[in-house]
C-alpha cells in the first residue's frame, strides 16, 4: 500500500490509519490544523 499511495500522491502528504485502535487520528488532527492555521 505504501508504494501505491506514493506513486499515486506524488509529494503530497499521506498517512495510513486504523480507526478502529485510533491509530494516525492525532496525526490527521495536528495536520489539519496546521494547514488551516488554526491553534490547537
Sequence with gaps: M?????R?????PFIFTNL???QGVREIA???LEQGGIPA
Design 2 to 6: 505504501d508504494g501505491d499511495a506514493k
Design 8 to 12: 499515486m500522491r506524488g509529494p503530497r
Design 20 to 22: 478502529k485502535i485510533d
Design 30 to 32: 495536528a495536520f489539519i
